[in-house]
């Protein structure tokens, strides 16, 4: 009952929120640079954080390079970063997220609760370039030129507002969206319908539907090993994810070992203590985690572990890309 009162008052919350930027009372700021905004309207596991890789990298393969703006969450530092690498910095000063977001990418990164503030020092620090909003959509403060959502296939709706379920705010609200990303993961077959039913609730602009993938096992020595050489190795797997299950499931469905699991709430703060219950639970299975799981880990936890590389496959992808290089053309100081 607590969190159906809860959730009540989060909802007239974020309808007062709704009415005050439709009506012009409150204002997005704008930076002087392209700003793509990736979130999602269910809190967690929606596939944002490989999107924004994936944009990342597209920006990348254009010659440009990009900063990334986010909260950070979950980091226990609370001062702003504005900085030209993650060189140096881990998950309790920027976020485990950003973290892993700056290991696969090149990009700067504004780390800070203002990201209207911080965009516009690290313009100035670094010069102009695009802006991804990491987690952006609910950010109405700040204006985007391309206003991505993400829906999760598996549970696109999230059943209720916060914090009763996992919806963040109302379902009409995916009509602010440019385009939608539909995310799923392998062998899941219900993208197709989120695709209707959100067609059905009259969103006429782009939907793309996308696969989270495996391309290989990350092992403690830096190398990359494909899942097939992999599949005689016992796992324990453990993760500190939104829809860990999840994670779980997608391990045995490569055909590995697993010989036990143990999930945990989104962004968990491993320490030693819970590393060592977690290596005797392994009973001297190898340890295999998220990639989002390990960049959070202390260099010292990560003796002997091993992760999944996942990433986003857009079954679209050309008309993606398009897309996003076609709102850089028209908005950006910098050509593409």
């Not at 109405?140 to 206003?147: A, F, G, K, T, V």
């Not at 299975?285 to 496959?313: H, N, P, V």
């Amino acid at each position: 009952m607590a969190f159906r009162i809860l959730s009540l008052l989060y909802t007239i919350v974020t309808l007062v929120r709704t009415v005050l930027y439709g009506t012009g009372i409150l204002k997005a700021r704008t930076l002087p640079v392209t700003v793509i905004s990736v979130g999602n309207i269910t809190a967690g596991g929606t596939g944002k954080t490989p999107l924004v890789m994936r944009i990342g990298s597209l920006l990348s393969e254009s010659g440009l390079r990009c900063g990334v703006l986010s909260r950070g969450y979950g980091r226990t530092s609370h001062r702003p970063y504005c900085v030209d690498s993650a060189a140096g910095l881990g998950w309790q000063e920027i976020g485990d997220e950003p973290k892993m977001i700056a290991e696969n990418i090149p990009c700067c990164l504004g780390i800070g609760a203002d990201r209207f503030r911080i965009g516009a020092l690290l313009v100035k620090k670094f010069g102009p370039m695009p802006l991804i909003l990491d987690d952006g959509f609910a950010h109405r403060s700040l204006y985007r030129d391309l206003n991505i959502l993400t829906v999760d296939a598996h549970d696109p709706w999230g059943k209720a507002m916060l914090p009763h379920g996992t919806r963040r705010e109302l379902l009409r609200g995916i009509m602010r969206a440019d385009m939608i990303v539909v995310t799923c993961n392998t062998g899941f077959a219900g993208g197709n319908g989120v695709v209707d039913d959100i067609r059905r609730r009259g969103f006429k602009k782009p939907v793309f539907t996308a696969v989270r993938t495996v391309e290989c096992i990350a092992c403690p020595d830096g190398k990359k090993q494909s899942v097939e050489v992999m599949r005689d190795h016992p796992f324990y797997v453990f993760s500190g994810i939104a829809h860990g299950d999840r994670f779980v499931s997608m391990a045995r469905s490569l055909g590995l070992l697993v010989a036990g699991s143990l999930t945990y709430a989104d962004h968990y703060p491993f320490d030693a203590a819970e590393m060592d219950q977690i290596r005797a639970n392994a009973g001297g299975a190898s340890l295999l985690t998220t990639e989002k799981d390990f960049w959070r880990l202390e260099d010292a936890f990560r003796r002997g572990l091993y992760y999944l590389k996942i990433a986003l496959r857009i079954d679209q992808d050309k008309a993606f890309c398009d897309m996003v290089r076609g709102v850089i053309a028209q908005t950006s100081l910098v050509s593409v």
